[in-house]
């Protein structure tokens, strides 16, 4: 298929007016062939991507997070990001980054995270404002019941959590955001969630929310990586039912001792 094609293609799937305004998604790296049959799908550009994609002489990436974060200049002064920028010019291998505006999408990140949790109305809070997605649960169970649950649906050895001071006991609605969203936990509280969960979280952000009354449960960042690679290996067969796709998973560097 035709490179510009594809991702033109890809486009209209996750349109750029649902990106962050500060976001960088799009190309990095070399130009691209006029055509393609294989691409490498990963949630970062890093080189286990890049190593695969060498492997199996492919010349796009398509990846969650983009390389150059927040732009070139900064992000080049960081030896490992201009180790792989670098690798990418030299082997004439291209990546394209679908950040924020897979997060958004009613076929992104949030919304396929609350349809593995099996909840029913998920929406977003606010489309043009927030990142918060809600959902709610058919019947309504105990805090350390739905910790249980959300354990097991997500095949996690361990669930990090904290109860919100004088917080709810019981779950109906659940407010999340993967990644990085817990500075976004007002909105959980504006639209009545019985427990918000997100990642990254800070620790004053976790005082707020506990003295708020806001059940937290924190789900790493890497966890994104299940989501973003499962549904874009949908996408792109949508896109050419011929396409090759290597998907490229990287290493947890997390352990619990």
């Given at each position: 298929m035709k490179s510009r094609t594809f991702l033109s293609l890809l486009g209209r799937k996750y349109p750029k007016r649902l990106t962050f305004i500060k976001d960088r998604l799009g190309l990095c790296g070399a130009k691209l062939p006029t055509e393609i049959d294989k691409v490498v799908i990963s949630l970062d550009c890093d080189e286990e991507a890049i190593n695969l994609a060498?492997?199996?002489n492919v010349k796009l990436i398509i990846s969650h997070h983009p390389l150059l974060y927040p732009n070139k200049r900064i992000a080049l002064k960081e030896p490992m990001i201009k180790k792989i920028y670098d690798k990418l010019i030299e082997n004439d291998l291209s990546c394209y980054s679908?950040?924020?505006?897979?997060?958004?999408?009613?076929?992104?990140?949030?919304?396929?995270?609350?349809?593995?949790?099996?909840?029913?109305?998920?929406?977003?809070?606010?489309?043009?404002?927030?990142?918060?997605?809600?959902?709610?649960?058919?019947?309504?169970?105990e805090f350390n019941d739905f910790i249980n649950m959300f354990k097991e649906k997500l095949g996690l050895d361990y669930v990090l959590?904290?109860?919100?001071?004088?917080?709810?006991?019981?779950i109906k609605k659940v407010g999340f955001i993967l990644g990085s969203g817990t500075s976004e936990y007002m909105d959980a509280l504006i639209s009545n969630c019985d427990v918000f969960i997100s990642g990254d979280s800070k620790h004053h952000i976790r005082r707020y929310m506990y003295h708020q009354g806001l059940n937290f449960i924190e789900l790493m960042h890497e966890y994104e990586q299940e989501i973003f690679i499962s549904v874009m290996n949908d996408v792109v067969k949508d896109i050419d039912s011929n396409m090759q796709i290597l998907l490229s998973y990287s290493q947890k560097h997390h352990k619990l001792f």
């Open positions: 060498l492997s199996n679908i950040h924020t505006n897979f997060d958004l999408s009613s076929n992104g990140m949030n919304a396929n995270f609350g349809k593995m949790l099996g909840l029913i109305n998920i929406k977003p809070f606010n489309p043009t404002q927030s990142f918060l997605y809600t959902g709610e649960l058919e019947k309504e169970m959590y904290q109860d919100g001071k004088n917080g709810a006991s019981t």
